[in-house]
């Protein structure tokens, strides 16, 4: 079983629409929680940490359910630049704090 | 902003040679890390250092080394290139550990290595 997975998508979405990825992670004792975002042939660049208590950024919400082993991404109001691969990350801060990446979410919006 | 450098954008290399790729951060972060990427696989961690001379292996560290002499430097070796390692190779460096904020991840561009 892998320890982060994800939905492979594709997402296909249109401007303005809100759209919501999840994220289930296999480790309980699982510490801290990520969202990245990856354009196509580019690096994954951080889009937002997720807190206990949920957090917000904008257009951007991210939610943490640890009794379910879950995180979640929700984006509001679409834009075409949002069309990227999300990828969950989690880190369990023990056996020298590996990260574990799952495979990422593609959306696609369009016009 | 933190900038992690990676010395090649594309590498293509044969069966074989021997491979070092480079990596640089400019913000004095105590972790560094080396991931492959390959499609429907995700990121997979190969070594990673949380101090100079220091080296742990990740999940797929077989036919690979490391070396930080410096802390600024993270370099990674294909001690013998195969085909298999056709991937794309990411180094990415942390604060530290222990918070959120110490732990997000700065990823270099990345080298597409081609192994033929």
């Known amino acids: 079983r892998k320890e982060v997975e994800q939905d492979p998508g594709p997402f296909n979405v249109p401007e303005g629409a809100t759209v919501a990825f999840n994220c289930t992670y296999s480790n309980s004792a699982s510490q801290s929680f990520f969202w990245y975002r990856q354009d196509c042939r580019k690096e994954p660049k951080l889009l937002m940490s997720v807190y206990s208590s949920g957090n917000e950024d904008g257009r951007f919400t991210a939610q943490l359910n640890r009794a379910s082993q879950y995180i979640s991404l929700l984006i509001r109001d679409s834009k075409l630049s949002d069309s990227a691969t999300y990828l969950c990350v989690v880190n369990t801060r023990d056996n020298f704090n590996k990260f574990y990446f799952g495979s990422g979410t593609k959306l696609n919006v369009k016009p | 902003d933190v900038k992690v450098t990676q010395s090649s954008r594309y590498l293509v290399k044969r069966t074989g040679e021997k491979v070092f790729l480079e990596c640089v951060q400019d913000?004095?972060?105590?972790?560094m890390f080396w991931y492959r990427q390959d499609p429907g696989l995700g990121l997979r961690l190969i070594y990673f250092?949380?101090?100079?001379?220091?080296?742990e292996k990740g999940d797929i560290p077989e036919g690979y080394s490391v070396s930080r002499e410096k802390k600024e430097r993270f370099s990674l070796i294909l001690e013998s290139a195969s085909t298999n390692q056709t991937s794309m190779y990411l180094c990415?460096?942390?604060?530290?550990?222990?918070?959120?904020?110490?732990?997000?991840?700065?990823f270099g561009s990345g080298t597409q290595l081609s192994v033929l």
């Open positions: 250092s949380y101090d100079v001379k220091m080296k």
């Open positions: 913000m004095d972060h105590e972790n």
């Open positions: 990415a460096s942390s604060l530290g550990f222990g918070t959120a904020a110490n732990e997000k991840l700065f």
